[in-house]
């Protein structure tokens, strides 16, 4: 339990004689990782700390907002790159998922590395399951996902990589996290990949498909909150699927957008089961999808489980 594993947590003599008085960098996310991983070290070394948060543009609504606000009540030294521009322009006309995932990877690692100063080191919410699976047992041919981390960050930056999560499992980081005080929103989120919304709209990615995906989001998630759903399920989203199909609105034809809602229950994301949601839950929220959101005429709800799907659908 948590208890028993309590001096595997990385105290403030560890991290200071690590440190000393250099300066260091953390790229935040949103998730829960980063964020506990950057407030622990901050407790140790202040403002020598800087974090680092990109919004891509391919972000949930009022994503990038609600991630300031929860850590800048943690008085982390915070700088938010606004970066929709020059990630949409670089992803216009792009609809193969490799090439999305890699010029995002590359967009991400280029601004990161234009905010790096005299930083020496690099803060990292690596957990200990991550340190793991790194000891990649089916070489590099295998790979199904070019996972966007910054595990990935080139050595020509030469900064030292700093993980003070790296003994932790994932119950024991929210417990750390809730002992330094942050909010349950960040503790409590479901994952959510790197390449954002990206992976989430089949094919091109535009404004107004990001735009049209962040309200059924928003409402397939807000249900779950309401009907007090999204805490037993390990990861739920909405997928916008680039087939349109014929419905029928009042005496006339349509010819709309089809979304695919997924939830899967897991442990580490590895394998997954898709979750047995109500089917009259299911039902408010494809009402409640096709009456409110635009452009949308059918809600499919995905059964497949990892393997042999995956949990994203890119
Ligand atoms: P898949 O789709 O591979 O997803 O079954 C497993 C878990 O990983 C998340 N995921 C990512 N996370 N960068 C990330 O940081 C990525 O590129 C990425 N791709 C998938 C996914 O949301 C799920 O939780």
Redesign the pocket.
Known sequence: SSCDRSEVWMSHEKITTSIKSEKAICAI?G?VDSAVAAALVSKSIHSNLRCVFVDNGLLRKNEAEQVSDALQTLNLNLTVIKASSTFLTRLKGVADPERK?KI??KTFIELFESKIKSEKFLIQGTLYPDVIESVNVLGPSQI??????VGGLPKRMKLKLFEPLRELFKDEVREVGKRLGLPSEILER??????GLA?RIIGEITKSKLNLLREVDEIFISELRSASLYHHI??A?AVLLSTKSVGVMGDNRSYENVIALRAVN?ID??T?DWSKLPHDFLATVSTKIVNCVHGVNRVTYDISS?PP??????
Do not use: C, D
């Open positions: 996310s998730g995932r995002i990877g199904i996902k070019s996972h966007h981390n479901h994952p959510f990949p790197g390449p992976v390990w990861q989203f897991s994301g590895m997954a990892k799907a995956t949990i994203e659908w890119e």
